[in-house]
């Protein structure tokens, strides 16, 4: 199972920038469609955004599309989400995800997903 680390979380103003970093272990990372949730106190864990094995196919949640982007660097194992005009409700702790194999079909449930990174906080101010 490939291990997974996220990074580049933290406290930022409301309408600004953050991007997340997701390492992963292992020699067969471009083998793994990858993806991030997020989970505020007392609420589910929310899918935020996917990516397939290539790159070439991306998903996002309603409540992110057109404010962030996931892409992937194989040669790096690492997976990113860049998240731009950041909003309160964006606060949570954020989960990298993978899964062996391509995005599954029900990629907006954790359940899909076989490993998880121990989460990063992002928290966005008023």
């Known amino acids: 199972q490939v291990q997974l680390v996220e990074s580049g979380g933290g406290l930022v103003q409301s309408g600004g920038s953050l991007r997340l970093s997701c390492a992963a272990s292992?020699?067969?990372?471009?083998?793994?469609?990858m993806g991030w949730f997020r989970q505020a106190p007392g609420k589910e864990r929310a899918f935020v955004a996917a990516?397939?094995?290539?790159?070439?196919?991306?998903y996002y949640a309603d409540s992110v599309t057109g404010r962030s982007t996931i892409s992937r660097d194989n040669a790096k194992n690492t997976v990113y989400l860049q998240m731009n005009s950041l909003k309160p409700e964006d606060s949570a702790v954020y989960y990298c995800a993978a899964v062996f194999g391509p995005v599954p079909r029900a990629y907006n449930y954790g359940s899909s997903w076989s490993a998880w990174g121990q989460g990063i906080q992002v928290t966005v101010s008023s």
């Open positions: 990516i397939s094995w290539s790159g070439g196919s991306t």
């Open positions: 292992g020699r067969t990372f471009s083998s793994y469609a």
